[in-house]
């Protein structure tokens, strides 16, 4: 008589784990690099991370199939704007950041489409994500008068970027989470870039660390309900 074994409740984690080791390796060692230079390796080690990222998604999301398909494009895709913003925000000068700017709009967008489309925790976010609506005058008034030409596109931005983070609360704590931090993360990049006499030492360690655990947990945390779906 044959015994059939079922898998255990651990065994989709571990593989989840494997798959998204090379991530994980590569942030770390990007902050590393970051703190060490030089300058070279620091850009390059930057933009192997959200391709390293999103073939992590795919691996995971290879036997999910149906109407999972979709969710798991979307996700993809927001990866994919967030690499090419990365690589703009590499470069110095107005029409990088501007580019760099329209990326990350554009990944905030495909990852507020793809949290209206999957199953959500209630009806409203939670009470909570009322901080972003106090956060939001404080970033315009903070940044706003040092913008210039460039007060209607951030403007926009931290808007869009506020709608991503409630929606990103609709799923679960790891989503939410990842929200928050893309928030701080953006909001210290923000400050380094437009406010006067700002001055911190580990500000682009915080930039990146918090940014990278943002879109973690964000592939993480939909995986997981793409999973639980399944």
Known sequence: MTETIAPTRSTPTRAMLAAF??????AAAHLVI?????????TASKA????????????????????TGATVRLLVLA???SWAGDVALSFPGTLAFIAGLGSFLGA??????????MPRTGRFPPAWT???LAWYPVFLALLGPHTGALLVPVAL???????????????GRLVAVGGALFVVSDSVLGLGRFLPGYDFALHDLVVM??????????????????????
């Open 21 to 26: 080791a090379p991530y994980l390796i590569a």
């Open 34 to 42: 970051l703190a060490t230079g030089p300058g070279w390796a620091v």
């Open 48 to 67: 192997l991370l959200m391709p390293l990222l999103a073939l992590a998604v795919v691996i995971v999301a290879r036997p999910l199939t149906g109407a």
């Open 79 to 81: 990866i994919a704007l």
């Open 108 to 117: 905030h967008v495909v990852y507020i489409a793809l949290f209206l489309r």
């Open 130 to 132: 009322l901080v972003y």
């Open 157 to 171: 931005y931290g808007l869009v970027l506020a709608a991503m983070a409630v929606t990103a609360a609709w799923h």
């Open 209 to 230: 660390s918090t940014y990278l655990a943002a879109q973690g947990l964000i592939a993480v945390g939909v995986l997981r309900s793409l999973r639980r779906e399944r």
